[in-house]
């Protein structure tokens, strides 16, 4: 696609529920990331893919979340009995090969509300 | 301490003037640093990266980076109304492939 897309652009919903979070990167980009920012604060690394894999899962907050990258394109990000903490706004973005040389670019995010 | 640190601000400065913007970085061996640039209500854009000691320049962008005082800084020359944005600084960690942000510090430019 031209562009990182992120669904639902907009998610409300009750604490205690499940919700997922769903990024489909730029075509042929291998590396994948999700953070969360606050209001007010930068973007938080969750946690990156190659390819398949988690690259890196540790800033994941605990086992409520999840990520699954099972065909090394889209990704879905799951968070399990959602608390009034976890609303925020989800980022994802995607680069060609990961690593420190390559251009991220960011989704337009899916804001998530916990009421 | 934070892993990134930035003056949250707002910083302001007429149209026209050079803004400078500030981060420090606690991990002595990171290697890539980089400058985005957040819009109220939009997601992060790149603006600028840059590995080696030294200045970079691009356009009205440099980016400034020492390494010895673990401190990267964004010049922007002739500052217009629709720089006005909140400016991240992205560091990443040594041995991983993991983006560290600051907290951003809002500009704005005054027409």
């Known amino acids: 696609g031209a562009g990182v897309s992120q669904t639902p652009s907009n998610k409300v919903t009750e604490k205690g529920k499940y919700v997922e979070l769903r990024c489909d990167p730029i075509?042929?980009?291998?590396?994948l990331y999700w953070y969360r920012q606050s209001l007010g604060q930068g973007p938080e690394f969750l946690i990156y893919?190659?390819?398949?894999?988690?690259?890196?899962d540790s800033g994941l907050p605990n086992d409520r979340f999840f990520a699954v990258r099972p065909e090394g394109s889209v990704s879905t990000l799951k968070i399990q009995r959602t608390e009034r903490g976890d609303s925020a706004v989800y980022l994802c973005?995607?680069?060609?090969?990961?690593?420190?040389?390559?251009?991220?670019?960011f989704g337009p995010g899916t804001r998530l509300t916990v009421l | 301490q934070k892993e990134v640190e930035q003056n949250s601000g707002p910083l302001s400065v007429p149209e026209g003037a050079i803004a400078s913007l500030n981060c420090t970085y606690s991990?002595?061996?990171?290697?890539?640093f980089f400058w985005y640039r957040q819009y109220s209500g939009k997601s992060p854009e790149l603006i600028m990266f840059?590995?080696?000691?030294g200045d970079k320049e691009d356009g009205r962008f440099t980016a400034q980076l020492n390494k010895a005082s673990q401190y990267v800084s964004l010049l922007i020359r002739d500052s217009q109304p629709s720089d006005s944005a909140t400016y991240l600084c992205?560091?990443?960690?040594?041995?991983?492939?993991?983006?560290?942000f600051g907290t951003g510090t809002r500009l704005k430019v005054l027409a």
């Open positions: 973005a995607s680069s060609l090969n990961g690593g420190g040389t390559d251009t991220q670019y």
């Open positions: 075509s042929g980009h291998t590396a």
């Open positions: 893919f190659q390819g398949t894999g988690a690259a890196d």
């Open positions: 991990d002595r061996g990171s290697q890539s």
């Open positions: 840059i590995y080696s000691n």
């Open positions: 992205a560091v990443i960690s040594s041995g991983t492939y993991k983006y560290i």
